[in-house]
């Protein structure tokens, strides 16, 4: 098993968090474990050890880590990426990945994945965006979205001094504090929409979610039908609202209603082209980049995830 651990995690608290955890952890698997640090040379090692022979390939700390060590895997040739299995450990802030939780994947108040004989396959999403004139394709297994859940991700990843303090401290109140900074700050953008060929439609956006997984950060949740092996993802839309309706959105995450907005809409597929009169943050599984053409997809049953 290979590790690839990242003690910048959870705004630098995650080494101590994987210390606590480290013997238990040993003890409980029946394979070795090969660690390697999150930094440069990380996807180097991690091809290394899959060109000779290792599978189980195990992000530990948040879900950005995760996202970085999937980033890895989908860039192995495909006779590779298809026999190689996903597990993590939750060392982060939100650990969406380990959503919903049970009860026998915990190690001292941190979560793992990493059943790997139960693993299953999952859908992973592609975002492909022009950024300064060039294509740029990332991968992403949960959700990804533009708006006000991306200004709030963006907001949340640099932040201001409070908001690194509550990080450390009380991860619950940091997201929600997030959230409200990206609902004052982020009014209705111009876009244009298209799940069709080159068909938009105008659209003054509040929050677009792409969704394969209902958990968005902390408990904030849609109670929509997803599947992370459906073939398809779950787009919830919000527009023409004022600030007062995002906050109802909000609201509404936090207690599982977000179907019964007014001004909401939802619909399934596999296609989601977005583009804007302007540069606009677009966020997947927490990371954001900036892109004013932003194209989402999805390569059905892609890879195994150890449950």
Same mark, same amino acid.
């Given at each position: ?40 040379? $990380?996807?180097? =090692? ?8 290792? %599978?189980?390939? !195990?992000?530990? /700390?948040?879900? #950005?880590?995760?996202? $970085?060590?999937? =980033? ?8 590779? %990426?298809?026999? !190689?299995?996903? /597990?993590?450990? #939750? ?18 108040? !941190? ?72 609902i004052v700050t ?31 950060s902390g408990s ?88």
């Amino acid at each position: 098993m290979l590790v690839i651990l990242n003690t910048k995690a959870h705004a630098g608290t995650a080494g101590d968090r994987w210390k606590r955890i480290e013997t238990v952890l040993r003890k409980r698997i029946d394979e070795s474990m090969d660690i390697v640090t999150m930094d440069p040379s $990380a996807e180097e =090692q991690l091809r290394q050890q899959v060109a000779r022979g290792e %599978r189980h390939i !195990v992000a530990a /700390g948040g879900d #950005g880590t995760v996202n $970085a060590v999937l =980033q890895m895997i989908m860039t192995l040739p495909h006779e590779l %990426r298809t026999s !190689v299995y996903l /597990g993590a450990i #939750g060392l982060g802030s939100s650990n969406d990945m380990h959503k919903p939780h049970r009860p026998d994947e915990w190690i001292d108040n !941190v979560p793992v994945r990493l059943d790997f004989p139960h693993a299953s396959r999952r859908d992973v999403g592609m975002l492909t965006c022009r950024i300064d004139g060039a294509t740029r394709v990332r991968y992403w297994l949960l959700n990804a979205s533009a708006g006000v859940t991306a200004d709030a991700n963006a907001f949340f990843n640099s932040g201001d001094a409070f908001l690194r303090l509550l990080k450390r401290h009380a991860t619950a109140l940091a997201i929600l504090y997030a959230a409200f900074h990206g609902i004052v700050t982020t009014g209705a953008r111009t876009v244009y929409l298209s799940d069709g060929e080159d068909i938009f439609r105008r659209c003054r956006l509040n929050n677009l979610a792409v969704l394969i997984s209902p958990h968005v950060s902390g408990s904030l949740t849609y109670d929509v039908p997803v599947s992370p092996a459906g073939g398809q993802f779950v787009i919830h839309l919000l527009s023409e609202s004022g600030r007062m309706q995002v906050l109802a959105l909000l609201i509404a995450l936090l207690h599982g209603g977000s179907s019964t907005l007014r001004r909401a809409s939802m619909w399934v597929g596999c296609h989601l082209r977005i583009r804007g009169t302007e540069p606009f943050p677009v966020e997947y599984d927490g990371e954001v980049l900036l892109t004013d053409d932003a194209l989402f997809g999805l390569h059905p049953d892609c890879i195994w995830v150890a449950s």
